[in-house]
């Protein structure tokens, strides 16, 4: 008897278990609370803000900040809860070119200040095994809040579907039983820290994170909230980002959603409402007109394209993206071209990650069909840092507004329930506060304005190069990509 008919055997089996993998981790069934959609909601001072890079005359970069100030203020008010869901919660910096802020140390430090000062604070960080490198390393910044008395929550990745299914069926198979070790490695740190495993690059493959950047707290007996594009990570503090806070039901909305991350991740912890004694939170605010719909993963997209499809000739269309890759939303971008919608679209050229050159994809290659569609095309003019916003804001002639922001790119792996995201939709008229503001951001990076060099023309940065775009049309498909 041969060994041939077993080893068959063996590897058929391995076949139909890569493959099993490779279909249920793509599509199976999604925690309860994900991929949510709230009815517009009532807010209350709601506020638009930005953080914008530029040159100035003298070639000079000067950055604007106005965002982690306001989460600062936020968490310096609160007495009962504090919720952070960030992204990226680390100081590594890679080669980012200077001046930079400390935001990791900054925020590290306000959350402990402020458990000291109110003891009977609940206060809860939620975010990414990323910044751990997946286990490869100890975080100094999350350590020092754990003991300081703050919850750290670590969201359960495997919870959630494969973006990058070959490779993820592949590591769950062979490296994920192995785990990982925090004492180090000798590989280098794919973020710049110190060196990480084998394990952390193999688990980094995955392609699949928490990229939520949202924080909510109590300020008196309300609820404030913060949805925004901004990390509190030193290499990305030059970034230019937007977000909006607010109060009202749809802060108490925006609770129930990280509530639902909380759930599949740390169920032992006890729910985040029961933090929210204000049960009955209408009682707190007065009645407003302006309205806010929470959405998260999918929810965004639908969204997205629903904004796309409702301008007309007349209104104007705005979108300023980090990455601009996802089929559907780029065909809703064409047909309101075509339907005479007046278009302005301004893109990072993907060319700068904390001090590594990036090869330009996706935006080049979905800017190259855009132009050719008629679509108006500028890019960011950054110089180290990305133009990491991410905002839709479409102007109607008849005088209202639809601003859609928040942590998703335009991305298959942001927008189609494989990343955890967070955006809200704020409809109005283009008189208030928070829509003007918007606006008056698009135009300033469109234009020169403050002296300031924000944007360069579409040339600066083209590529024809069909190769490559049939490259990036196999990426986005397939997930074998970093965006």
Known sequence: MTLTPYLLAGIAILLIAFSSGCCWHAVKPLPAGLSHR??????TDVRFLCDVTGLDANGARQSDQQIFDELFAM?????RIVVVDMFLFNAFLGAAPAPHRTLCEELTRTLIARKRAAPALRAVVITDPVNTVYGGMKSGHLDRLADAGVEIVFTRLDRLRDSNTAWSSLWRMLARPWGNSDRGGWVPNP?????VTVRSWLTLLNFKANHR???????GPRLRALVTSANPHDGSSAHTNVA??????????????EEAVLAFSARALRPLTASDDDARPERAYEPSRTKLQILTEAAIADAAVAMLDAARAGDALDLVMFYLADRPIIRALKRAARRGVSLRVLLDPNKDAFGRTKNGMPNRQVARELTAAGVPVRWAATHGEQMHAKLLLVRHAAGTADLLLGSANFTRRNLRDLNLETNVRLTDNLDVPAIRDAAAFADRLWTH?????????????RDDARRRVWLYRFQEATGLCTW
């Open 244 to 257: 909006l806070s607010f109060s009202g039901p749809a802060a108490h909305e925006l609770l129930r959603t």
């Open 449 to 461: 304005a403050d002296g300031r060099v924000f944007s360069l023309e579409y040339e600066a940065f």
């Open 75 to 79: 968490i310096n008010r609160a007495e």
């Open 191 to 195: 973020f710049g820290g110190p060196p």
């Open 213 to 219: 950047k949202v924080a909510i707290a109590d300020d």
């Open 38 to 43: 709230s009815a517009p909601l009532p807010c």
